[in-house]
């Protein structure tokens, strides 16, 4: 489906290499996790995969093509084909639930009804299903700026489950839940994807999480993927090598300077 050979990327909106030497495949339906401690790049990857920016160097390969060489409406084409669920979810503060999950089918809607769907969503039972996989039915009518985080967030997974699209990023899909909330909500998003086929690629802080759900897992460190694989072969010195900069002991302070004893006349 995808492959990044050599690949060398910035993040988004900058200019320095922040991805390097990248050689990935991934599969039509496979199921990954990428771990890694914050700044290693999880997002960018994330970004890279859903052709939000292209690679500084080596190569995207798309289904057999570069998409990066093809003119600017093919890209969007296969861009439609992807769904992206950004660590904070952009919805408008003031839009409905059901319009918000049901935008994300807008890439492949024909003008008119893209505008039908804005102004009076002919889908809404299918936002309010992919809402109640996710626990969230309740806040299908209701306005985006009166959600908790938790909700918003499920909020912005829903929109994967309407997309129908073939690759589903999810950037740190659980930073918003509680514990419970948190494994079963990824569960649901395996089973759908599964049930539709589609790619699922997700970032996670969640490590136990991710070596528990996913058959394979990608860690990065500083850029670069340190390890590609199945959990099972994981080990506890690759985790702490992973997070080591988290283990380090801080940095001893300065001790703070003694307070100025104030005039007795200042303290009445
Ligand atoms: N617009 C930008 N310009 C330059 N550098 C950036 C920009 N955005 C992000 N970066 C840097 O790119 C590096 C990777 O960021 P990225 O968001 O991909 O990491 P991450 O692994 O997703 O982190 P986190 O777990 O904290 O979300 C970080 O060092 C970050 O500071």
Redesign the pocket.
Known sequence: MIRLDGVDA?????A?P?LRGIDLAVAAGEQIAVI?A???????LLHLLALMHGPLAGRYTLAGRDPWTLPRRERQRLRAGMALAP?QPPLPPRQRVAVAVLAARLPRMSLWRSLRTLWSPPDAALAQAALAQLGVADKLWLRVDRLSGGERQRVGLARLLVAEASLWLAD?PLAALDPTRAALVLDVLRAQAAERGAALVC?L?QVDLALARFPRVIA?RAGRIVYDGPPAAIGGELLQELYRAQDEAPPELAPLPQPVPLPQAMCR
């Open positions: 910035a993040a988004q909106g900058g320095v922040v890694g914050s700044g290693a790049g999880k997002t960018t660590q740190e970032s802080h990065l």
